[in-house]
Nanobody
Framework: QVQLVESGGGLVQPGGSLRLSCAASGSIFSDSIVGWYRQPPGKQREFVAR???????NYADSVKGRFAISRDNAKKMVYLQMNSLKPEDTAVYYCLMRGYWGQGTQVTVSA
């Protein structure tokens, strides 16, 4: 059984930064690909970033150069550092691992 808990969302001004965290349970964490997805208001859920067990990463074009995903296998944590935030980054952000989703954390970028 896998459980994922996201945290770190909030309200931030355009140009600001936030760091999201995803805490995972389960003994298979270090071998797992972990991804961040987001669902903007009224839109479908979309891919943001993923990190492989070896540390390689993929990003959506819309966040390249602004967001950075990282992981700490010892703590079973995955992070999403978000810089230069834009209003269009407003969404509920979700963590995904092995088909399991977290409950999401709200990020709102507004002046």
């Amino acid at each position: 059984q896998v459980q994922l808990v996201e945290s770190g969302g909030g309200l931030v001004q355009p140009g600001g930064s936030l760091r999201l965290s995803c805490a995972a349970s389960g003994s298979i964490f270090s071998d797992s690909i972990v991804g961040w997805y987001r669902q903007p208001p009224g839109k479908q859920r979309e891919f943001v970033a993923r990190i492989f067990s070896g540390g390689n990463t993929n990003y959506a074009d819309s966040v390249k150069g602004r967001f950075a995903i990282s992981r700490d296998n010892a703590k079973k944590m995955v992070y999403l550092q978000m810089n230069s935030l834009k209003p269009e980054d407003t969404a509920v952000y979700y963590c995904l691992m092995r088909g399991y989703w977290g409950q999401g954390t709200q990020v709102t970028v507004s002046a």
